[in-house]
């Protein structure tokens, strides 16, 4: 078998996609997720001009020596561009191989570890009492863990709050827009929404919180203790991770899990938080962590040091992403949780895919393959439109933020 042809598909079925689709010479194909949020054209240009020609001819069995041809090939290693082109390569090809083994992706991983996925929802109110309504809506629907963002007074932009629900997505213009955003207002009133939550949900639901990197360590490790009362499953990105011993600080001060990883490309990125133990979770993706193949090494070495994984499943990430995820997380044996916010129907529709919800849990499905397709035709229907991440600002004097 080698590899015939390859594409990139880009669509914008509520909000912009990049798969990548390898054909073979006998007729069996795979497809990879390409998608890098307010960044696809970038990624699309990688694949074309210089994956792509090097593929061509290829054995699409060889995964391991092509994502190493693709890595150490190219010289500039590592950043989100790269390793998101190499991660939609490698997950065609575990696509390929698996529908040529004629078997579901996790079972020639290695095969299940566990029944079903756990997965978490979004639960985002303007306020604590909105916040509280859709944490019990998701509740009714079976979930057993969710996270909750609230709306903070006196701010007109808050992380997990805006436009959509079961399917938010925060790519909001041709431009980029400004939010604003207070540290003092945040803290204050974050622990206030988890002293509710508990109050009227009680302690029988895993209750998550994404700090989306805006704070320093300190304030961090003082916003970890005040909701230890409220025992979470993880706050997660509560800090930038570009220095990784930041974490130590906050470790010192709380023993609220701490989850990151979401927006790490290699393990090269977690490895010291890893080892030194400063992490409870470790986010990285199939999409933007170089795969199947490397997340693959990512939860190995978590493993060794009592980390679980807890993918990164937001809807930046395509279907494609996370049928291979949950082939993925079935097999991984130091699972944690699985994040899962709904696509729109119309992205459902162009992504057929074989994954089911039920109760809480997502079940990958049996079909051979990571169980994903995209329609070429629909997709088509559905052109690339631009879309930037916002930006944030401190509301006090207008200094950049970290969004």
């Given at each position: 078998?080698?590899?015939?042809?390859?594409?990139?598909?880009?669509?914008?079925?509520?909000?912009?996609?990049?798969?990548?689709?390898?054909?073979?010479?006998?007729?069996?194909?795979?497809?990879?997720?390409?998608?890098?949020?307010?960044?696809?054209?970038?990624?699309?240009?990688?694949?074309?001009?210089?994956?792509?020609?090097?593929?061509?001819?290829?054995?699409?069995?060889?995964?391991?020596?092509?994502?190493?041809?693709?890595?150490?090939?190219?010289?500039?290693r590592r950043g989100?561009?790269?390793?998101?082109?190499?991660?939609?390569?490698?997950?065609?090809?575990?696509?390929?191989?698996?529908?040529?083994?004629?078997?579901?992706?996790?079972?020639?991983?290695?095969?299940?570890?566990?029944?079903?996925?756990?997965?978490?929802?979004?639960?985002?109110g303007s306020d604590?009492?909105?916040?509280?309504?859709?944490?019990?809506?998701?509740?009714?629907?079976?979930?057993?863990?969710?996270?909750?963002?609230?709306?903070?007074?006196?701010?007109?932009?808050?992380?997990?709050?805006?436009?959509?629900?079961?399917?938010?997505?925060?790519?909001?213009?041709?431009?980029?827009?400004?939010?604003?955003?207070?540290?003092?207002?945040?803290?204050?009133?974050?622990?206030?929404?988890?002293?509710?939550?508990?109050?009227?949900?009680?302690?029988?639901?895993?209750?998550?919180?994404?700090?989306?990197?805006?704070?320093?360590?300190?304030?961090?490790?003082?916003?970890?203790?005040?909701?230890?009362?409220?025992?979470?499953?993880?706050?997660?990105?509560?800090?930038?991770?570009?220095?990784?011993?930041?974490?130590?600080?906050?470790?010192?001060?709380?023993?609220?899990?701490?989850?990151?990883?979401?927006?790490?490309?290699?393990?090269?990125?977690?490895?010291?938080?890893?080892?030194?133990?400063?992490?409870?979770?470790?986010?990285?993706?199939?999409?933007?962590?170089?795969?199947?193949?490397?997340?693959?090494?990512?939860?190995?070495?978590?493993?060794?040091?009592?980390?679980?994984?807890?993918?990164?499943?937001?809807?930046?990430?395509?279907?494609?992403?996370?049928?291979?995820?949950?082939?993925?997380?079935?097999?991984?044996?130091?699972?944690?949780?699985?994040?899962?916010?709904?696509?729109?129907?119309?992205?459902?529709?162009?992504?057929?895919?074989?994954?089911?919800?039920?109760?809480g849990f997502l079940?990958?499905?049996?079909?051979?393959?990571?169980?994903?397709?995209?329609?070429?035709?629909?997709?088509?229907?559905?052109?690339?439109?631009?879309?930037?991440?916002?930006?944030?600002?401190?509301?006090?004097?207008?200094?950049?933020?970290?969004?």
């Open positions: 078998m080698k590899i015939r042809s390859c594409k990139v598909i880009v669509c914008s079925p509520g909000r912009n996609f990049v798969t990548l689709k390898i054909e073979t010479d006998e007729g069996v194909y795979g497809i990879g997720d390409a998608t890098l949020n307010g960044r696809e054209k970038s990624v699309v240009a990688y694949l074309e001009e210089h994956v792509i020609p090097c593929l061509e001819g290829r054995d699409p069995a060889q995964i391991e020596d092509i994502w190493q041809y693709l890595y150490r090939g190219a010289y500039w989100p561009v790269t390793m998101t082109a190499i991660a939609a390569v490698d997950t065609a090809l575990w696509d390929i191989k698996a529908k040529a083994a004629g078997m579901p992706l996790y079972q020639l991983l290695g095969g299940k570890s566990r029944t079903g996925v756990m997965v978490y929802g979004h639960a985002n604590i009492e909105h916040t509280l309504d859709e944490v019990l809506k998701y509740q009714g629907m079976g979930y057993k863990a969710i996270r909750a963002q609230s709306g903070v007074p006196g701010l007109n932009a808050v992380y997990g709050v805006g436009r959509g629900a079961m399917f938010y997505e925060p790519a909001d213009g041709s431009l980029p827009s400004e939010h604003d955003w207070s540290t003092e207002k945040y803290l204050d009133h974050a622990p206030k929404l988890f002293e509710r939550l508990r109050e009227k949900a009680g302690f029988g639901v895993h209750l998550l919180h994404d700090v989306h990197h805006r704070l320093t360590p300190i304030e961090a490790a003082r916003l970890g203790k005040a909701i230890e009362p409220y025992r979470l499953f993880w706050m997660e990105d509560p800090t930038p991770a570009e220095n990784q011993e930041s974490f130590r600080l906050i470790r010192q001060h709380t023993t609220t899990p701490l989850a990151v990883g979401e927006i790490f490309n290699t393990v090269w990125d977690c490895k010291d938080l890893i080892e030194n133990q400063l992490i409870d979770y470790i986010r990285a993706t199939v999409v933007h962590a170089g795969g199947i193949t490397h997340l693959r090494r990512i939860a190995d070495l978590a493993a060794l040091y009592q980390v679980r994984t807890g993918c990164h499943g937001a809807t930046d990430l395509s279907p494609v992403c996370m049928g291979a995820a949950l082939h993925f997380d079935l097999w991984v044996p130091n699972f944690g949780i699985q994040e899962y916010m709904r696509h729109t129907a119309e992205t459902d529709a162009v992504f057929p895919h074989a994954y089911t919800f039920n109760d079940y990958p499905g049996d079909v051979p393959g990571h169980g994903v397709d995209i329609d070429e035709e629909l997709a088509a229907r559905y052109p690339y439109q631009r879309a930037y991440l916002p930006v944030n600002r401190l509301a006090s004097d207008g200094t950049l933020w970290n969004w």
